[in-house]
Protein backbone atom coordinates (compact mmCIF):
# COMPACT_ATOMS: atom_id res chain seq x y z
CA UNK A 1 0.00 0.00 0.00
CA UNK A 2 1.43 3.13 -1.63
CA UNK A 3 1.52 6.46 1.36
CA UNK A 4 -1.13 8.58 -0.65
CA UNK A 5 -3.34 5.42 -0.31
CA UNK A 6 -2.61 4.80 3.21
CA UNK A 7 -3.17 8.88 3.98
CA UNK A 8 -6.34 8.43 1.97
CA UNK A 9 -7.40 5.74 3.93
CA UNK A 10 -6.77 7.22 7.47
CA UNK A 11 -8.36 10.74 6.20
CA UNK A 12 -11.35 8.62 5.30
CA UNK A 13 -11.77 6.84 8.61
CA UNK A 14 -11.28 10.39 10.40
CA UNK A 15 -13.94 11.67 8.28
CA UNK A 16 -16.17 8.78 8.50
CA UNK A 17 -15.74 8.72 12.70
CA UNK A 18 -16.58 12.21 13.11
CA UNK A 19 -19.75 12.12 10.69
CA UNK A 20 -20.62 9.29 12.94
CA UNK A 21 -20.49 10.59 16.50
CA UNK A 22 -21.90 13.85 15.07
CA UNK A 23 -24.85 11.59 13.34
CA UNK A 24 -27.45 10.79 16.40
CA UNK A 25 -30.02 8.04 14.72
CA UNK A 26 -33.16 8.99 17.02
CA UNK A 27 -32.84 12.61 16.23
CA UNK A 28 -32.66 11.44 12.39
CA UNK A 29 -35.62 9.16 12.77
CA UNK A 30 -37.38 12.01 15.14
CA UNK A 31 -37.18 14.66 12.24
CA UNK A 32 -38.85 11.89 9.46
CA UNK A 33 -41.05 11.23 11.53
CA UNK A 34 -41.77 14.90 12.01
CA UNK A 35 -41.87 15.38 8.51
CA UNK A 36 -44.17 12.79 7.99
CA UNK A 37 -46.67 14.87 10.62
CA UNK A 38 -46.41 17.85 8.31
CA UNK A 39 -47.54 16.20 5.01
CA UNK A 40 -50.31 14.31 6.74
CA UNK A 41 -51.31 18.23 8.56
CA UNK A 42 -50.69 19.07 4.57
CA UNK A 43 -53.42 16.73 3.64
CA UNK A 44 -55.94 17.33 6.12
CA UNK A 45 -55.82 21.22 4.63
CA UNK A 46 -56.15 20.01 1.81
CA UNK A 47 -59.34 17.91 2.76
CA UNK A 48 -60.73 21.27 4.75
CA UNK A 49 -59.77 23.38 1.95
CA UNK A 50 -62.20 21.25 -0.48
CA UNK A 51 -64.60 20.90 2.43
CA UNK A 52 -65.45 24.76 2.13
CA UNK A 53 -64.91 24.59 -1.77
CA UNK A 54 -67.45 22.45 -1.58
CA UNK A 55 -69.80 24.10 0.76
CA UNK A 56 -69.51 27.37 -1.26
CA UNK A 57 -70.45 25.92 -4.15
CA UNK A 58 -73.61 24.41 -2.55
CA UNK A 59 -74.87 27.71 -0.77
CA UNK A 60 -74.43 29.10 -4.63
CA UNK A 61 -76.35 26.60 -5.83
CA UNK A 62 -79.20 27.46 -3.35
CA UNK A 63 -79.36 30.70 -4.24
CA UNK A 64 -79.60 29.85 -7.65
CA UNK A 65 -82.31 27.57 -6.86
CA UNK A 66 -84.14 30.33 -5.16
CA UNK A 67 -83.82 32.46 -8.44
CA UNK A 68 -84.81 29.83 -10.61
CA UNK A 69 -88.03 29.23 -8.46
CA UNK A 70 -88.20 33.45 -8.42
CA UNK A 71 -88.11 33.67 -12.03
CA UNK A 72 -90.67 30.24 -12.65
CA UNK A 73 -93.01 32.82 -10.25
CA UNK A 74 -92.43 35.92 -12.40
CA UNK A 75 -92.80 33.81 -15.81
CA UNK A 76 -96.60 32.77 -14.31
CA UNK A 77 -97.58 36.13 -12.84
CA UNK A 78 -96.54 37.45 -16.53
CA UNK A 79 -98.92 35.05 -18.17
CA UNK A 80 -101.44 35.72 -16.10
CA UNK A 81 -101.39 39.04 -16.82
CA UNK A 82 -101.06 38.37 -20.38
CA UNK A 83 -97.00 39.74 -20.70
CA UNK A 84 -95.57 37.30 -22.84
CA UNK A 85 -92.43 39.60 -23.22
CA UNK A 86 -91.91 39.33 -19.61
CA UNK A 87 -92.41 35.75 -19.39
CA UNK A 88 -90.04 34.62 -22.14
CA UNK A 89 -87.36 37.02 -20.37
CA UNK A 90 -88.09 35.18 -16.66
CA UNK A 91 -88.09 31.64 -18.80
CA UNK A 92 -84.57 32.58 -20.19
CA UNK A 93 -83.13 33.81 -17.02
CA UNK A 94 -84.46 30.32 -15.15
CA UNK A 95 -83.19 28.67 -18.49
CA UNK A 96 -79.66 30.34 -17.89
CA UNK A 97 -79.58 29.73 -14.19
CA UNK A 98 -80.63 26.07 -14.62
CA UNK A 99 -77.73 25.73 -16.13
CA UNK A 100 -75.45 26.90 -13.93
CA UNK A 101 -77.08 24.85 -11.20
CA UNK A 102 -76.34 21.90 -13.95
CA UNK A 103 -72.49 22.94 -13.99
CA UNK A 104 -72.60 23.52 -10.26
CA UNK A 105 -73.92 19.93 -10.00
CA UNK A 106 -71.35 18.19 -11.55
CA UNK A 107 -68.47 20.54 -9.85
CA UNK A 108 -69.98 19.73 -6.65
CA UNK A 109 -69.89 15.86 -7.55
CA UNK A 110 -66.26 16.11 -8.62
CA UNK A 111 -65.56 17.94 -5.29
CA UNK A 112 -66.65 15.06 -3.68
CA UNK A 113 -64.89 12.50 -5.15
CA UNK A 114 -61.63 14.28 -5.01
CA UNK A 115 -62.43 14.40 -1.31
CA UNK A 116 -62.87 11.06 -0.58
CA UNK A 117 -60.05 10.31 -2.42
CA UNK A 118 -57.89 12.79 -0.15
CA UNK A 119 -59.79 10.78 2.98
CA UNK A 120 -58.81 7.93 1.74
CA UNK A 121 -55.02 9.19 1.63
CA UNK A 122 -55.33 10.73 4.88
CA UNK A 123 -56.16 7.24 6.19
CA UNK A 124 -53.04 5.38 4.37
CA UNK A 125 -50.85 8.21 5.60
CA UNK A 126 -52.05 7.77 9.20
CA UNK A 127 -51.52 4.17 9.55
CA UNK A 128 -47.95 4.75 7.85
CA UNK A 129 -47.06 7.01 10.42
CA UNK A 130 -48.00 4.95 13.07
CA UNK A 131 -46.30 2.26 11.61
CA UNK A 132 -43.77 4.32 11.31
CA UNK A 133 -43.84 5.44 14.82
CA UNK A 134 -43.83 2.21 16.16
CA UNK A 135 -41.03 1.55 14.00
CA UNK A 136 -38.91 4.59 15.49
CA UNK A 137 -39.22 4.28 18.80
CA UNK A 138 -38.08 0.46 18.54
CA UNK A 139 -34.79 1.47 16.59
CA UNK A 140 -34.50 4.09 19.29
CA UNK A 141 -34.46 1.29 22.12
CA UNK A 142 -32.38 -0.59 19.97
CA UNK A 143 -29.67 2.29 19.40
CA UNK A 144 -29.91 3.20 23.20
CA UNK A 145 -29.65 -0.62 24.28
CA UNK A 146 -26.22 -0.94 22.05
CA UNK A 147 -24.56 2.15 23.55
CA UNK A 148 -25.20 1.19 26.83
CA UNK A 149 -23.67 -2.43 26.10
CA UNK A 150 -20.90 -0.80 24.16
CA UNK A 151 -19.99 1.60 27.16
CA UNK A 152 -20.38 -1.18 29.65
CA UNK A 153 -18.03 -3.57 27.55
CA UNK A 154 -15.80 -0.72 27.37
CA UNK A 155 -15.98 -0.16 31.20
CA UNK A 156 -15.18 -4.23 31.63
CA UNK A 157 -11.92 -4.30 29.45
CA UNK A 158 -10.58 -0.96 29.86
CA UNK A 159 -11.16 -0.11 26.11
CA UNK A 160 -13.01 2.90 26.93
CA UNK A 161 -9.88 4.94 27.72
CA UNK A 162 -7.86 4.33 24.69
Excluded: C
Excluded at 41 to 49: L, T
Aim: charged share 40%; hydrophobic share 30%; aromatic share 4%.
Amino acid sequence: MGIIARASYVVRSKVNATIGRAENPAETLDYSYEQLQDELQAVKRGIADITTQRKRLEAQRRRLKENVEKHDDQARRAVEQDREDLARRAIEKKRAKTTQMEELDTRIVELGWTQDDLVEQKERLQKRIERFRTRKETLKARHRAAEASTRVSEAVTGAGGE
